[in-house]
T-cell receptor, first 114, second 114 residues
Framework: AQSVTQPDIHITVSEGASLELRCNYS??????LFWYVQSPGQGLQLLLK??????LVQGIKGFEAEFKRSQSSFNLRKPSVHWSDAAEYFC????????????FGRGTSLIVHP | EAQVTQNPRYLITVTGKKLTVTCSQN?????MSWYRQDPGLGLRQIYY???????DKGDVPEGYKVSRKEKRNFPLILESPSPNQTSLYFC?????????????FGPGTRLLVL
C-alpha cells in the first residue's frame, strides 16, 4: 500500500529565509509524486509533480523539489520565502500501478514571520 | 475562467437528514472526485468518476453516494449524515485518469453534522 509521511506539522521561518519541507513516501513501483499548496479558505493548487526523468523538479511560485529514490523522499524547497507563502502544504503519491488515487500526507503548516 | 464550483460552501445539519453537495466543472473534464479533509489526516478520496455513469469507491466511501449523469456535475450525497462526517469536503476534476497537471480543486464545503 502506498503512504506518505510529512514529519513536520508546523514549520516557522522568517521572511527571506530558505525553506525545506520534508516528504517521505512508500510505494511499490515508480511513484508519481506531487506537492500541493492550500491557502486559507482555498482549494488545493498543484505546485509541482514528478513522474520520471530529471529528479530535480521546478514548480510554480519559485518552488522546487528533489526526488531521491534511495531515501524515498521528495522534499520541497524554496531559497527565499515570502510572507504570501504562508499556507498548508501537502505531499502526495500516486502511480500507474493502481487506480491513480493519490494518497496525501497530513500536511505541513508554514508560518512566515516578518 | 476554468473552475470547479461547489455548493453550499458551509452547511450545518442534523443527524439523519439527507443532504447533497453539488460539484460542477466547466472544463469538459472526464475525471472527477470527492475528498474529505480532516485535521492530521490530510485528504482522503471518497469516490471518483472516470466518465458519465462510471463511478467507483475511493478510500473512504462508507456513508456516501455519488452520481454522474452529466459530464460537468458530480454531486455528493449523504443519505443519513452522522457526526463523524463532519469535515471539509473538496471536489476535484482533471482531464483524464493520469492528467494530474490539469487537476483543479473546488473551494471546499465545510459540513457540520450535529
Amino acid at each position: 500500500a502506498q503512504s506518505v509521511t510529512q514529519p513536520d506539522i508546523h514549520i516557522t521561518v522568517s521572511e527571506g529565509a530558505s525553506l525545506e519541507l520534508r516528504c517521505n513516501y512508500s510505494y511499490g513501483a515508480t511513484p508519481y509524486l506531487f506537492w500541493y499548496v492550500q491557502s486559507p479558505g482555498q482549494g488545493l493548487q498543484l505546485l509541482l509533480k514528478y513522474f520520471s526523468g530529471d529528479t530535480l523538479v521546478q514548480g510554480i511560485k519559485g518552488f522546487e523539489a528533489e526526488f531521491k529514490r534511495s531515501q524515498s523522499s521528495f522534499n520541497l524547497r524554496k531559497p527565499s520565502v515570502h510572507w504570501s507563502d504562508a499556507a498548508e502544504y501537502f505531499c502526495a503519491v500516486g502511480g500507474s500501478g493502481g487506480s491513480y488515487i493519490p494518497t496525501f500526507g497530513r500536511g505541513t503548516s508554514l508560518i512566515v514571520h516578518p | 475562467e476554468a473552475q470547479v464550483t461547489q455548493n453550499p460552501r458551509y452547511l450545518i445539519t442534523v443527524t439523519g437528514k439527507k443532504l447533497t453537495v453539488t460539484c460542477s466543472q466547466n472544463m469538459n473534464h472526464e475525471y472527477m472526485s470527492w475528498y474529505r479533509q480532516d485535521p492530521g489526516l490530510g485528504l482522503r478520496q471518497i469516490y471518483y468518476s472516470m466518465n458519465v455513469e462510471v463511478t467507483d469507491k475511493g478510500d473512504v466511501p462508507e456513508g456516501y453516494k455519488v452520481s454522474r449523469k452529466e459530464k460537468r456535475n458530480f454531486p455528493l450525497i449523504l443519505e443519513s449524515p452522522s457526526p463523524n462526517q463532519t469535515s471539509l469536503y473538496f471536489c476535484a476534476s482533471r482531464k483524464g485518469l493520469g492528467d494530474f497537471e490539469t487537476q483543479y480543486f473546488g473551494p471546499g464545503t465545510r459540513l457540520l453534522v450535529l
